[in-house]
């Protein structure tokens, strides 16, 4: 059935209301179950060998003594996971990255695995397994390693993106451009002009729950998994496609998910798993410590940035330039390209150039984190772009309003916008009463803008109504931030009965048609689409159903608040035939009543926001504390307000904690040295403000409801915002992230 995804202006009844989440009563009583929380009769525990080596050559591995320890089942090595990816680069790097084959590149990189009866003999059975080393010269600074004399992590990566080609290996994996216009030309008629260089760290998502699965291999080729990611038809995908498996031989279900943020759209361990389980002939759960978390699951890039920004008097922007080098860890990707693309996007810009460097490191393998490689580029840009408002005398705020993107403006990226909030948003900033709350001794207000693409993808659902007329509702986009609840009100509102009468769950891939990972905030997005289109459908059913019952054409059947009315003067008699009435006579209609949706939500629309931050920093000791805290960001409509708050909050307390506490921290010999909670200190509560929330709609035109996505836009902005703030109140421009109490108190002394 064709499905019209355009919006159409409506009132709303249950979109847009407060209802309790769906999964609190659980999570909160310990009864749901994530992902370490699976068991099976008879599993094996597995566990993982490490390199203690940030770059080393595997010469040998000796299992021998392992193998023979009482209680272990099965060892595994690169050659147990054979290169099956027939030259596709991307999948090779998960499978290296799971198993490392000629070269450990980073301190952490799995080099072995085994399974045994029990935790205690497998972590035994890993000091018996021998590993003999090449140890090699390494690098894990993204600068150090871009340089041509730095140590190869591998001898068969040239630069890709140069013209002619370079004939000589380069840690420098890909470079990237984009904009348009002359900046040179731009760069003469500007009056002033800002040009600095900033750096920020590698930090982690910090999900609280490890990653974790058990995983089943039966002897007639079939397999199980359960396992916590974002998007478990993409992990059926690679791991049967790393060990040679039919797609559909291997059944994969999501747990609850304690949270991700884009850590777990990434493979890391599964594979080896079912590897183990294959081996052994017995499920085998493997779950990370905290350790292996941070030494071998993924952060985000450190990056270097120069930006040079130019403007006349009268606060026009005339050219804005900027080369962004990101690390990657050892396998080549796209994180400096996403940087690229999204650093100046909030701005409408006659000339502007973007070049990424994709730069290889001895660290783990870079992953999304919300918005991914956004983030650092604002930070970069908006310190930037603040500095220039206060060199020309212009109000921060009104600067940016004078340069901010509107409907018909080519983004620096490429495409042209339609409908966006980033005018909007700094309207709202500036007549918010924030702005204008008074400031104390040593206390700083800065402001910043953000911006994401977002994303809508393959997805499919079905909608079932059951005798009672209550709906089940099966999705394929794993639950990361309130989408059940958000769904059952979509769904509830096209059908036109209570939001109590849906339940949404998350379906395993055995039971529902292909959906994407969620990931690029596409979950409420796509899926509220698939189920709008298959709630159409269902009423479509309902119809027939009704005019059987009725004995009357479909066409003088209508659909009005969760019931079929009969249409025209000739049928005014008939009373409604509500959704139960339908349902329960269903058997002698036709059989069960179903919708069903299987599309590819396009137009997911770009989101944008503005954050205001308030600190005091200690002169004496450098410490920033945050004061107040403001997000305004565009959410097309918001479809369970309450959740879309939280994840406004969620963002920028994240946002807070990459600004001033977090990072990655290596010592000389390429190890890493904070692999914990103790030591990479995320923030709690105390550190934080309440932080406020205003949400604007501006409808998505590709959408019926006008949904954007909301989840990652929130973290673009904190890093730059709270940069302008700490500059503001220290009088010092600060160009290095996190800003620690020890690059405080050295700025300041550097200041004099």
Request: hydrophobic share 40%.
């Given at each position: 059935?064709s499905?019209?995804?355009?919006f159409?202006?409506?009132?709303?009844?249950s979109?847009?209301?407060?209802?309790l989440?769906?999964?609190g009563?659980?999570k909160?009583?310990?009864?749901?179950r994530?992902?370490?929380d699976?068991?099976?009769?008879g599993?094996?525990?597995?566990?993982?060998?490490?390199?203690p080596h940030?770059?080393?050559?595997i010469?040998?591995?000796?299992?021998?003594?392992?193998?023979?320890?009482?209680g272990?089942?099965?060892?595994?090595?690169?050659?147990?996971?054979?290169d099956?990816?027939?030259?596709?680069?991307?999948?090779?790097?998960?499978?290296?990255n799971?198993?490392?084959?000629e070269k450990?590149?980073?301190?952490?990189?799995?080099?072995?695995?085994?399974?045994?009866?029990?935790a205690?003999?497998a972590?035994?059975?890993?000091?018996l397994?021998?590993?003999?080393?090449e140890?090699?010269?390494?690098?894990?600074?993204?600068?150090a390693?871009?340089a041509?004399?730095?140590?190869?992590l591998?001898?068969?990566v040239?630069?890709?993106?140069?013209?002619?080609?370079?004939?000589?290996?380069?840690n420098?994996?890909?470079?990237?451009e984009?904009?348009?216009?002359d900046?040179e030309a731009?760069?003469?008629?500007?009056?002033?002009?800002?040009e600095?260089?900033?750096?920020?760290?590698?930090?982690?998502?910090?999900?609280?729950?490890?990653?974790?699965c058990?995983?089943s291999?039966?002897?007639?080729?079939?397999?199980?998994?359960?396992?916590?990611t974002?998007?478990?038809?993409v992990?059926r995908?690679?791991?049967?496609?790393?060990?040679?498996?039919?797609?559909?031989k291997?059944?994969v279900?999501?747990?609850?998910i304690?949270?991700?943020?884009?850590?777990?759209?990434h493979?890391?361990?599964?594979p080896v798993a079912?590897?183990?389980?294959?081996?052994?002939?017995?499920?085998?759960?493997?779950?990370?410590?905290?350790?292996?978390v941070?030494?071998?699951?993924?952060?985000?890039?450190?990056?270097?940035?120069?930006?040079?920004?130019?403007?006349?008097?009268d606060?026009?922007?005339?050219?804005?330039?900027?080369t962004?080098?990101?690390?990657?860890?050892?396998?080549?990707?796209?994180?400096?390209?996403?940087?690229?693309?999204?650093?100046?996007?909030?701005?409408?810009?006659?000339?502007?150039?973007?070049?990424?460097?994709e730069?290889?490191?001895?660290?783990?393998?870079?992953?999304?984190?919300r918005?991914?490689?956004a983030p650092?580029?604002?930070?970069?840009?908006?310190?930037?772009?603040?500095?220039l408002?206060h060199?020309?005398?212009?109000?921060?705020?009104?600067?940016?309003?004078?340069?901010?993107a509107?409907?018909?403006?080519?983004?620096s990226?490429?495409?042209?916008?339609?409908p966006i909030?980033?005018?909007?948003?700094l309207?709202?900033s500036?007549?918010?009463?924030?702005?204008?709350?008074?400031?104390?001794?040593?206390?700083?207000?800065?402001?910043?803008?953000?911006?994401?693409f977002?994303?809508?993808?393959?997805t499919?659902?079905?909608?079932?109504?059951?005798?009672?007329g209550?709906?089940?509702?099966?999705?394929g986009?794993?639950?990361?931030?309130?989408a059940?609840?958000?769904?059952?009100?979509?769904?509830a509102?096209?059908?036109?009965?209570?939001?109590?009468?849906v339940?949404?769950?998350v379906?395993?891939?055995?039971?529902?048609g292909?959906?994407?990972?969620?990931?690029?905030?596409?979950?409420?997005?796509?899926?509220?689409?698939?189920?709008?289109?298959a709630?159409?459908?269902?009423?479509a059913?309902?119809?027939?159903r009704?005019?059987?019952?009725w004995?009357i054409p479909?066409?003088d059947?209508?659909?009005?608040?969760?019931?079929?009315?009969?249409?025209?003067?000739?049928?005014?008699?008939?009373?409604?035939?509500?959704?139960?009435?339908?349902?329960?006579?269903?058997?002698?209609?036709?059989?069960?009543?179903?919708?069903?949706?299987?599309l590819?939500?396009?137009?997911?629309?770009?989101?944008?926001?503005?954050?205001?931050?308030?600190?005091?920093?200690?002169?004496?000791?450098?410490?920033?504390r945050?004061?107040?805290?403001?997000?305004?960001q565009?959410?097309g409509?918001?479809?369970h307000?309450?959740?879309?708050?939280g994840?406004f909050?969620?963002?920028?307390?994240?946002?807070i904690?990459?600004?001033?506490?977090?990072e990655?921290?290596?010592?000389?010999?390429?190890?890493l040295?904070?692999?914990?909670?103790?030591?990479y200190?995320?923030?709690?509560?105390?550190?934080?403000?309440?932080?406020?929330?205003?949400?604007l709609?501006?409808?998505?035109?590709n959408?019926p409801?006008?949904?954007?996505?909301?989840?990652?836009?929130?973290?673009?902005?904190?890093?730059?915002?709270?940069a302008?703030?700490?500059?503001?109140?220290v009088?010092?421009?600060?160009?290095?992230?996190?800003m620690?109490p020890p690059r405080?108190?050295?700025a300041?002394?550097g200041?004099?």
């Amino acid at each position: 059935m064709s499905f019209d995804a355009k919006f159409h202006d409506r009132d709303f009844k249950s979109v847009g209301t407060r209802p309790l989440r769906p999964d609190g009563v659980d999570k909160v009583t310990g009864r749901a179950r994530y992902g370490a929380d699976y068991n099976l009769p008879g599993q094996l525990v597995g566990c993982i060998l490490r390199s203690p080596h940030a770059h080393a050559r595997i010469v040998r591995i000796d299992a021998s003594r392992a193998l023979a320890l009482k209680g272990v089942k099965a060892v595994v090595t690169a050659e147990d996971l054979p290169d099956l990816t027939d030259g596709d680069a991307s999948l090779y790097a998960v499978l290296d990255n799971c198993m490392a084959r000629e070269k450990a590149f980073y301190d952490g990189h799995a080099v072995a695995a085994v399974a045994a009866i029990d935790a205690r003999v497998a972590r035994a059975a890993l000091k018996l397994i021998d590993v003999e080393y090449e140890v090699l010269p390494h690098v894990v600074d993204v600068d150090a390693a871009a340089a041509p004399d730095a140590p190869l992590l591998h001898d068969d990566v040239f630069t890709g993106g140069i013209d002619p080609a370079p004939e000589t290996p380069s840690n420098v994996a890909n470079r990237s451009e984009f904009g348009h216009g002359d900046v040179e030309a731009g760069f003469a008629q500007a009056d002033v002009i800002v040009e600095r260089s900033y750096k920020t760290e590698q930090t982690h998502q910090g999900y609280i729950e490890p990653h974790a699965c058990v995983a089943s291999v039966n002897p007639d080729g079939t397999a199980e998994m359960w396992v916590c990611t974002q998007g478990h038809f993409v992990f059926r995908q690679t791991c049967a496609d790393l060990l040679g498996m039919d797609v559909s031989k291997l059944r994969v279900t999501s747990s609850e998910i304690g949270g991700g943020f884009g850590g777990k759209t990434h493979v890391w361990a599964e594979p080896v798993a079912l590897a183990l389980s294959r081996k052994a002939g017995r499920p085998v759960k493997l779950v990370m410590s905290r350790d292996e978390v941070f030494r071998a699951s993924g952060p985000t890039s450190a990056t270097s940035i120069d930006v040079r920004i130019g403007a006349r008097k009268d606060g026009t922007i005339t050219a804005a330039e900027a080369t962004l080098r990101y690390s990657c860890g050892p396998y080549p990707d796209m994180w400096a390209e996403l940087g690229a693309m999204t650093s100046f996007a909030c701005y409408g810009l006659e000339n502007v150039k973007t070049v990424g460097f994709e730069v290889l490191v001895n660290r783990p393998k870079t992953a999304a984190y919300r918005a991914p490689s956004a983030p650092m580029a604002a930070f970069a840009v908006e310190s930037a772009v603040d500095e220039l408002a206060h060199k020309i005398g212009m109000d921060p705020v009104e600067f940016r309003i004078k340069n901010a993107a509107q409907e018909g403006s080519r983004s620096s990226y490429g495409p042209v916008y339609g409908p966006i909030g980033i005018g909007p948003t700094l309207e709202a900033s500036r007549t918010h009463p924030h702005m204008s709350a008074p400031l104390g001794p040593n206390q700083g207000r800065g402001m910043a803008c953000g911006f994401w693409f977002n994303f809508g993808g393959q997805t499919c659902c079905d909608l079932n109504v059951a005798a009672d007329g209550t709906v089940a509702l099966a999705v394929g986009t794993v639950d990361v931030g309130g989408a059940r609840a958000s769904l059952s009100l979509v769904a509830a509102e096209e059908l036109g009965i209570p939001y109590e009468d849906v339940k949404a769950a998350v379906a395993d891939t055995a039971s529902l048609g292909y959906n994407d990972m969620t990931d690029g905030s596409r979950g409420t997005f796509s899926s509220s689409m698939a189920a709008i289109s298959a709630a159409r459908n269902a009423i479509a059913v309902m119809r027939e159903r009704a005019a059987i019952m009725w004995d009357i054409p479909v066409e003088d059947v209508g659909w009005e608040d969760g019931q079929a009315i009969a249409l025209g003067d000739k049928h005014g008699n008939r009373p409604p035939l509500t959704i139960k009435e339908i349902a329960a006579e269903a058997g002698k209609t036709g059989g069960p009543i179903a919708g069903h949706s299987e599309l590819v939500a396009d137009g997911a629309g770009v989101s944008f926001a503005t954050h205001i931050c308030d600190v005091e920093v200690d002169p004496e000791t450098g410490a920033t504390r945050v004061l107040r805290y403001t997000v305004i960001q565009d959410a097309g409509k918001a479809v369970h307000p309450a959740y879309v708050e939280g994840q406004f909050q969620g963002g920028a307390a994240q946002g807070i904690g990459w600004a001033l506490n977090e990072e990655y921290v290596y010592g000389d010999d390429g190890r890493l040295q904070n692999p914990g909670f103790l030591d990479y200190r995320i923030p709690v509560c105390s550190d934080l403000p309440m932080i406020d929330t205003q949400i604007l709609e501006i409808p998505n035109p590709n959408h019926p409801y006008g949904i954007r996505g909301v989840g990652e836009t929130s973290i673009v902005p904190p890093l730059a915002a709270i940069a302008n703030a700490v500059s503001n109140a220290v009088g010092v421009r600060m160009t290095h992230i996190p800003m620690s109490p020890p690059r405080i108190l050295a700025a300041l002394e550097g200041q004099g």
